[in-house]
Structures are given as structure tokens and as C-alpha cells.
């Protein structure tokens, strides 16, 4: 039976099926790194990677190898996570997935504090779609996931802010305007129910599709195409926080004239939130936004 360090030999050409890569972030030779695999395979009494000028492939049998090696790394890492909590003081991996548009306007300030507060904590943090982040968690990839809209989720569930959203631009000053402008309205790709709120508010204004539109991958895009006075989009107030140019935000209200907001949340198993850096990640965030009412 292989080592738990040759599980991670293994893990990395997985990840890597290339040699040259894998004996990088291993650091050894690539000569060393190829004797140890062929250790390995006559160990598991099969070959595991098909080698050429290309790189790896896996064998069928390294496929089930491989997500064996995978689960059983997956578990020393929880039993590692156990044993921290167990311990005084924060310490430990938080496992985070993010929805971006949270990871790049809101996050990093309260990170910053968690960093400084509890240094021998370590973070792992991905973004993505909302769609992204469930699977991750379902998948017990990640410890918490935030997200935008709201979650079919039946784990821990907390509420962290919601934002109103904008109709913003350079030229437009009230929402009727769009119908005699001749700019696009620019729009970005999403997952969530964020595009669907916007084109029923749409329509319930203006009762016809927008004259031009141009759509981007990136709500960033987006707003930087907006600030620049290509066209007029439609925005949260998350991503308008920090803006210093000269742009008109009109809020956005529905039909019974309250402003149309979007949620965050907090989302996890019961069991993740046991964990004491997770434990002080949710109390800091309580804490930040807590203070940032205050302001």
C-alpha cells in the first residue's frame, strides 16, 4: 500500500499529466520523480499513466487509483481540520467559494481583518458562479460559500446584506430616457435570477425591448463600459461603492415602488460550522457588516 506522500505524488501528476510540471511542484528530478512512479505501479501491480511526447493519460485502472488516492487525501485533510479545531486559537484552512462579484467588491476588506486577526489560519478561495459555488459545497469541497440571489439550500443559511440595484450612466438622468437614447444597454452574462429581474423590470417599465443592447462575460466589463460612456447598464449598488467619477445612478423600484435589492448569503453544513475558523469567520463578517451599518 502506498504512502500518504505517494498519494500526493500522485495527486500532482493527476493534476499535472505532464512530468516536467509535476516534478516542479514536487521538487525533485524528472528522473527521480519517474523511478518513484514506477515504484508506485509495481507497488498497485498495474500501470497507472501512459507516458509520450505529449504528456500523461491515464489507464482506466489509474482512473480508479486516482480518486481513491483523491478521497483518501480528502479525509486526511478533514481529520488535519479536526485536530486544529480541537486546539486553542484559530488555525487551520478556511475553504471558501465566492460568488466574483462579492470576491472583488466586498471580500477582501473583511479577509483583511480575518488575516490580521487570526494569522495562523490559513485561506483557500475560489469564485465563481453561484451555480459553481452550490456544487462545491454539495461536492464538500469548500467549508462556506456566499452567493448571490436566493439559495435552494436546506444547510446553515445566513443572511448578509443585500444591495439595491441601479440604472447607471453618463448622459441619463431618469429611467424613461432609454427610450430615446440610441446607446446600447449593456448587459452581463449571469447564472443566478439577477437577468431575470432585470428584463421583468424591463418590461414593466417600457413594455418593449431595448432598442440596442451589448452583452459581456464580466459584470466589471460591464460597468467600466458604462463608466466610460459607451452605453447605460444596470448595476448593483456592491460594485458602485467605491466610484468617484461623474455617473447618475437611478435606483430601480418595482411595482409597489420599493427599491429592487439583491441578497447575499452565507451558506454550509452543519458540520463546517463547528470548525473554529469558520466559527470566527462568521462572527467576523457579523462584526464587519455590523460596523459598516454604523458608517
Known amino acids: 500500500m502506498s504512502s500518504l506522500s505517494e498519494f500526493q505524488l500522485l495527486s500532482v501528476l493527476a493534476q499535472e499529466m505532464n512530468m516536467r510540471k509535476a516534478s516542479e511542484r514536487l521538487f525533485v528530478s524528472q528522473p527521480a520523480l519517474s523511478q518513484r512512479l514506477q515504484t508506485i505501479e509495481k507497488d498497485w501491480g498495474t500501470k497507472l499513466f501512459i507516458r509520450s511526447q505529449k504528456g500523461l493519460a491515464l489507464t482506466p485502472a489509474g482512473e480508479h487509483v486516482i480518486q481513491f488516492v483523491n478521497d483518501v487525501l480528502t479525509k486526511q485533510e478533514k481529520v488535519r481540520e479536526t485536530i486544529h ?6 488555525s487551520g484552512t478556511l475553504k471558501i467559494a465566492v460568488a466574483s462579484i462579492v470576491g472583488q467588491n466586498w471580500l477582501p476588506q473583511v479577509l483583511k481583518k480575518f488575516i490580521d486577526r487570526y494569522p495562523q489560519a490559513r485561506i483557500s478561495l475560489v469564485t465563481g458562479w453561484s451555480s459553481e459555488i452550490l456544487k462545491s459545497l454539495y461536492d464538500d469541497q469548500v467549508h462556506v460559500g456566499i452567493i448571490r440571489g436566493t439559495p435552494d439550500w436546506k444547510g446553515v443559511k445566513v443572511h448578509l446584506f443585500n444591495d ?3 440604472l447607471v450612466d453618463r448622459e441619463i438622468t431618469s429611467p424613461e430616457q432609454v427610450l430615446h437614447t440610441d446607446r446600447p444597454f449593456i448587459q452581463f452574462k449571469s447564472d443566478s435570477n439577477y437577468y431575470q429581474e432585470i428584463q421583468d423590470w ?13 452583452v459581456v462575460d464580466q459584470i466589471e466589463t460591464c460597468k467600466q463600459m458604462a463608466f466610460n460612456g459607451i452605453g447605460y447598464a444596470i448595476l448593483p449598488a456592491i460594485t458602485l461603492t467605491k466610484t468617484d467619477r461623474e455617473i447618475f445612478k437611478i435606483p430601480l423600484v418595482d411595482e409597489n415602488n420599493h427599491p429592487l435589492k439583491r ?7 452543519d458540520s463546517a460550522f463547528q470548525l473554529k475558523q469558520v466559527k470566527a469567520f462568521v462572527e467576523l463578517i457579523k462584526e464587519y457588516i455590523a460596523e459598516s451599518s454604523e458608517e
Open 202 to 214: 424591463w418590461m414593466r417599465n417600457f413594455k418593449t425591448s431595448p432598442k440596442r443592447t451589448v
Open 263 to 269: 441578497d447575499t448569503w452565507l451558506l454550509g453544513y
Open 85 to 90: 479545531s480541537l486546539q486553542s486559537g484559530v
Open 164 to 166: 439595491p440595484l441601479y
